[in-house]
């Protein structure tokens, strides 16, 4: 949640003033929004990646009734709140989770090859599709610019900065 207003806030600061990014590890949410941002350096231990998206439902229905608790679960619709801890998962209610879960991948895929001015089908087959690397496979894999310390960082930072001057 979020994701979208602070990545147009990341994409309108890059408009108006270079900036770049150091991290130490940059996976799903992180590296969505952070690829906006520009130049990508990563420490030598950094584990970047994790695109995709994933939904977790719990099921604690053989628990509570285990326990002598029985839930009964009352709906307006049919679909209102179609999964909860308390039942089983229906098939219908599995699909529409699953179709959310591709839809926000999609998302996700998107805006990255904006971010990095790649294909998504570029994003899909080297971006790892939820694995993640260290910085130097990363480095390989375009996903980071460089791998370095802070100081490298800092020191990127300057040069955009003062090539944005000019």
């Known amino acids: 949640e979020g994701i979208d207003s602070a990545l147009s806030l990341i994409r309108m600061a890059k408009n108006t003033k270079p900036s770049s990014v150091f991290t130490d590890g940059m996976a799903s949410a992180a590296l969505w929004l952070g690829s906006a ?6 420490s030598r231990f950094a584990s970047v990646g994790s695109v995709g998206a994933v939904a977790t439902v719990r099921n604690m229905a053989k628990m509570y009734d285990d326990m002598g608790i029985k839930t009964e679960v009352i709906r307006s619709d049919p679909d209102k709140m179609a999964y909860t801890p308390y039942e089983e998962l229906t098939e219908e209610a599995r ?3 699953e ?3 591709q839809s926000v991948r999609d998302m996700f895929v998107a805006d990255l090859s904006v971010n990095y001015g790649m294909k998504e089908s570029v994003i899909k ?8 690397f260290l910085a130097e496979e990363a480095l390989s894999r375009k996903m980071v610019h460089a791998v370095g310390d802070m100081s490298a960082a800092l020191a990127k930072s300057q040069r955009l900065g003062a090539a944005k001057k000019k």
């Open 37 to 42: 941002a520009g130049h990508i350096t990563a």
């Open 95 to 97: 699909a529409h989770i």
């Open 99 to 101: 179709e959310m879960v």
């Open 125 to 132: 087959a080297t971006f790892g599709a939820g694995r993640v």
